[in-house]
């Protein structure tokens, strides 16, 4: 089983656990005053943003519309991974429903291989690389009704919008460049998501009210997200396809 999967699958049945042990706790009071009571809407400050920090595998679809694979020829099929991060603006709260609005994201990503010889003989000695950085301007859509009306610790949500990534190469440390065409680039096209969060204020309900007095973050949260930046320059010719199809886990905070 790939290590992403088993993560995933690792949380699933972990995370129902979790809830239903921190459920359990018991009400009471001690000398510092009342514990284990649920937040209420008073004790909480203003909540108007989101922020995500973002991993998981990227694979790069450049061979997904050529006659041959230069791509994984080059790099092979080794998973890679994203690191980013995503800053969302709450604009609209929807009563018995959620939030509504924009957010950016970024990531990075790097490819690293012996560069191979034009004549096919083989590899030389020198790395090949390639680096990614794709970005999203999205409509994020996030549906805590289950956490507000019912106290259910999960929060389902939706992304959709616009998507550019950048892309540049270099050999031995020096931007690849062949006949005065240098190795770098920009493509284009829809970028969409969708996943579900995990409350982790329930773990410890006294500290996340603390937390929030002190510093202003209304709640944490683990997610897992299928994320698709569909980077084909909408099927235009002389794009270079670097879009990818993967899951992206995380760490969000809302503030």
Known sequence: MKPQLALLLSAAIALPCLFISASARAQGTDEFGSYGKKRGAQSESPQDAAVELRFGPYEPEVDSELGSTPFQDT????????????????????PHFGTLGPGFGMGVTKFTAKAPF???????????????????????????????DFGIPFVPYAKLGFGYGMWWTNDGGKASEVDGVKGKGGSYGLTYAGGIMFLLD????????????????????????????????????????????????GLAVEM
Do not use: C
Not at 223 to 247: C, H, K, T, V
């Open 75 to 94: 790099f092979g099929d080794k998973n890679r991974y994203l690191f980013g991060f995503e800053a969302d603006w709450q604009l609209f709260r929807i």
């Open 118 to 148: 034009t004549d096919g003989s083989g590899t030389s000695n020198t790395d090949t690389r390639i680096w990614i950085l794709p970005m999203h301007l999205v409509a994020v859509a996030r549906a805590d009704v289950l956490v507000k």
């Open 202 to 249: 329930i773990l410890d309900e006294d500290d996340a009210v603390t937390a929030d007095g002190i510093t202003g973050i209304n709640n944490s949260y683990i997610f897992g997200e299928w994320y698709r930046p569909q980077l084909d320059g909408f099927g235009a010719e002389g794009i270079m396809n670097i879009g990818s199809s993967s899951w992206i886990v």
